[in-house]
């Protein structure tokens, strides 16, 4: 058995230990909300936060987890609040299909946790996941206004 | 909760359903005799409409959603001649079966081709008119007042002598037992309130935290899940796997096989599933295909440049009288490859089989295929399967004419009786057995007269096609139609824009063994880019300015949105240093669309700073999702012109992932312009068509920074190195 600790809740599962966590979450789990687009960390489908720090969870073997702290899309919001990042999405409306979007604001709030203001630059260089609606123009909008709403919050 | 989701459970949440024969999540079937009721009780005031004493109004649609925004869209078209309160709408689809069922009561399930909206628009905006006349009707029985002293606003009837006034909540229930009007006049464009404006789609909030269930997502009590391996070269058939090998891999339950020509282990997770199936030992029988290659191909399709025409497409005049007299002829030949759609969400359906009844729950373009293709697969009639359709993780045309994914999960499921079965493909699966962009070449040549005049012309397609490949019950006679979508001398399928006396546009159908399959934007694409990368050769084959030359010849229509995306640019003002500026326009899927590119190239690398889009789709029902559509639709076509190759050795597809088949991401997105200019007078699509002005609007451009045609894509750097 693997103990698992997600999204604030502790989990035992008899899996595989090169099982990749994407796996784990979705089938053993049923936290769907984290996506498998490639399962070679090329599209960033599948990232999720260990420790608050975005993993492209395809690639990450559940035995190599231990007891760190995973967080999934579903976990984003807290108390019934919108994340500042989830919040901006909403305001610019920026899903299409949506299927690479839990991803792509996965990463987003890792980027802003690192770089509260980021460039388009920054963005640029750590922003690497793939939409194939191409909703890029609205999400790095989004992108800067959730980093000024997040300046502005006591 | 500030996210509470917007949109009814019913439809789409599916998870905690009990397993088993004869499982059915839809409506209610049969229904009472003089009342159809949802299944929460409610009954329904017609097919489209349904509103519950809170006053929350839930829409039925039957198209699908995948990103292009169609959900919103028709729901704001019932919405608004029902003249509810936009902020209670939410939505549902009602299954294929129950629509089959109703006699198609809902109409059309298929969305391909950008049709979601311009082929329904109609029937779904009376099915709201109907249900508001029959609301008034109830409440002016419930007062004893004339219809006419009662008007319907925001959900909230008033009867103006009195003032009373009552919700379409409390009316609801009275109105359902009425005879619906047999016709009622629909609200013309510029009294929408709903429609017509540039509000938030409805499946936004699901979205954002994860909720929103695509197929791969569907879980089921007891369910097992299949990786799947079809034979890499097409036409090939599977000959042998030693099924002893995984046997006692962990989890694994079956080994299966699908048709004669795939394999599938079933296991108790989809992980097990897939590394016991890339530990089975397959023996495959590669067929006569092997041998085909990029070279096989290029050289099958070249012979068709020249040999006599399968089918003409648009015809004018006396091209070979023409192209004798002309004073100059001048000449090209283009090429298109194969691509892949690449959805993020790979392939995968669900399907629970028993001897009495079939159900499937897929990411699918079109429901009744799809439900069609279930009960063929598993041997069943229609009435005694259905089809759950979830969210749709990227379609691009992919879910929408093939059925494999349907079949091939049904075909495993019929082995396991009983048991739900959810087949997901890899990746790499979905890359090498896709369903490709077709691959055509093209020669197109113009006589100009001594006034440097477009006199003739003629434009030779030689490549595969779809229908072929896909449905060849629909050629005609051996002809392809859809072969000239963009290219027609009429029609809402994509006319040709050019005014040339003297026209042929023929094809010589030549199809390879890659198998060929719709891929947004379809056959405008190449069509579109040969058209609009030659006009602007003979632009500088006559010395002129490409949007004048254009503008002597194109069509209104056609010539007003070419307009509109140049002065939106700054066609003709000066670009900022090192940036040059390329046009393209087409007519396709029933709109205009026309785009201007803005490029600079450095070293070799084609970087695209800007790209302006204009569209005349005839009806904007939410400008902003017209928008949006344009903006992806840029980069779909960019993200191909750049990127997009599949190539072909040993009979196979040698790109199997997004390491080898790179696609766009954020740090190469240009600024994107869009410009929405309806005219009211037609209904078009907008999912589609503005793919196909990106690719020759980028290579116009690049011809204008280095001089340099490039007619064959993707782009490479090596094209561009020395210019």
């Known amino acids: 058995m693997t103990a698992l600790f997600i999204n604030g809740k502790s989990h035992e599962v008899d899996v595989e230990s090169n099982t990749p966590l994407l796996w784990v979450l979705r089938d053993t789990i049923g936290l769907t909300g984290t996506k498998y687009g490639c399962g070679i960390a090329q599209c960033g489908a599948c990232t999720v936060h260990i420790d608050g720090v975005a993993a492209r969870s395809c690639q990450v073997p559940v035995g190599t987890v231990g007891g760190r702290a995973i967080t999934t899309i579903e976990a984003l919001a807290q108390n019934g609040k919108l994340h500042p990042v989830q919040q901006a999405w909403l305001d610019f409306d920026v899903p299409q299909c949506g299927y690479c979007q839990s991803g792509m604001m996965m990463a987003v709030v890792a980027l802003l946790k690192e770089k509260p203001k980021p460039t388009d630059a920054d963005i640029d260089a750590a922003i690497t996941n793939i939409c194939r609606c191409g909703t890029y123009q609205r999400i790095r909008a989004a992108i800067h206004a959730a980093a000024n709403a997040q300046k502005e919050r006591p | ?723």
């Open chain 2, 1 to 723: 909760m500030t996210y509470m989701a917007n949109l009814s459970r019913r439809s789409f949440v599916i998870a905690g359903a009990a397993a088993g024969a004869g499982l059915a999540l839809g409506f209610k079937l049969p229904f009472s005799p003089d009342l159809v009721r949802a299944d929460d009780g409610t009954p329904e005031i017609d097919a489209w409409v349904v509103i519950r004493p809170d006053d929350t109004v839930v829409i039925r649609i039957m198209r699908s959603e995948m990103g292009q925004g169609t959900l919103t869209g028709l729901a704001q078209l019932v919405a608004e001649e029902l003249g509810c309160d936009w902020s209670k709408v939410t939505a549902e689809f009602p299954t294929p079966g129950e629509n089959l069922a109703r006699n198609r009561v809902w109409g059309e399930s298929n969305t391909t081709g950008s049709r979601g909206i311009r082929e329904s628009n109609e029937y779904v905006r009376k099915g709201g008119a109907i249900a508001r006349v029959m609301l008034i009707q109830a409440a002016a029985n419930a007062w004893n007042v004339p219809v006419s002293e009662c008007s319907p606003a925001n959900g909230l009837i008033t009867h103006q002598p009195s003032g009373r006034s009552v919700t379409y909540g409390k009316v609801a229930d009275a109105a359902a037992k009425l005879t619906p009007p047999a016709d009622v006049p629909l609200t013309p464009t510029k009294d929408w309130k709903i429609a017509g404006k540039p509000l938030k789609r409805l499946d936004t909030p699901d979205k954002l935290v994860g909720k929103t269930k695509y197929g791969i997502d569907v879980r089921l009590p007891g369910m097992l899940y299949g990786a799947i391996a079809a034979c890499p070269v097409f036409g090939g058939t599977l000959k042998s796997y030693d099924e002893a090998t995984v046997r006692g891999m962990p989890g694994v339950q079956h080994v299966v096989r699908i048709g004669d020509f795939a394999v599938a282990v079933v296991a108790d997770s989809w992980w097990r599933a897939k590394t016991a199936l890339e530990a089975l030992p397959v023996v495959w029988d590669e067929g006569k295909n092997v041998t085909v290659s990029d070279a096989t191909i290029a050289d099958f399709l070249k012979e068709g440049l020249d040999a006599e025409p399968t089918a003409v497409g648009n015809q004018a005049g006396d091209v070979r009288a023409a192209m004798a007299g002309a004073a100059k002829v001048v000449e090209a030949v283009y090429a298109f490859p194969y691509r892949i759609h690449a959805a993020v969400e790979p392939m995968n359906a669900t399907a629970l089989y028993t001897p009495e009844r079939c159900e499937v729950w897929a990411p699918t373009q079109n429901g009744e295929d799809a439900l069609r293709a279930a009960a063929q697969a598993a041997g069943l009639p229609l009435e005694k399967c259905d089809l759950h359709k979830t969210f749709v993780g990227g379609g691009f045309g992919r879910r929408g004419g093939p059925t494999d994914f349907v079949r091939h999960a049904v075909a495993v499921a019929k082995q396991v009786p009983g048991v739900p079965i959810k087949l997901l493909w890899s990746r790499e699966e979905d890359t090498t057995h896709d369903t490709y962009h077709p691959i055509t070449q093209c020669r197109m040549r113009a006589a100009l007269d001594a006034n440097n005049k477009l006199i003739g012309l003629h434009m030779r397609i030689s490549g595969q096609s779809i229908l072929a490949s896909l449905a060849p019950a629909r050629l005609q006679n051996g002809k392809d139609p859809i072969a000239f979508q963009s290219l027609n001398p009429g029609g809402a399928e994509g006319a040709f824009g050019y005014e040339v006396p003297n026209l042929l546009i023929d094809h010589a159908m030549r199809n390879p063994s890659i198998p060929a399959g719709f891929w947004r934007g379809v056959n405008s694409n190449h069509n579109a880019l040969y058209v609009e990368c030659f006009m602007d050769e003979l632009a500088h084959a006559t010395g002129e300015n490409p949007l004048a030359f254009r503008l002597k010849y194109l069509k209104p229509k056609h010539a007003a949105v070419l307009q509109a995306a140049a002065a939106k640019a700054g066609y003709g003002t000066p670009a900022p240093q090192g940036v040059y500026r390329g046009l393209a326009q087409v007519m396709a899927n029933a709109s205009y669309v026309a785009a201007c590119a803005e490029v600079s190239v450095e070293n070799g690398r084609v970087m695209v700073r800007r790209m302006v889009g204009a569209t005349n789709c005839g009806h904007a029902v939410n400008p902003e999702l017209i928008t949006r559509q344009v903006e992806g639709s840029f980069v779909y076509g960019l993200s191909s012109l750049l990127y997009g190759e599949c190539t072909v050795r040993g009979g196979r597809i040698e790109q199997t992932n997004f390491d080898t088949w790179q696609v766009m991401r954020i740090d190469e997105m240009p600024k994107v312009d869009v410009v929405v200019m309806p005219d009211g007078e037609f209904w078009g699509g907008v999912g589609e068509p503005t793919i196909s002005v990106a690719a020759p609007a980028v290579l116009n451009a690049v011809f204008a920074a280095t001089g340099k045609r490039l007619r064959s894509i993707p782009i490479k750097e090596s094209d561009l190195r020395s210019a």
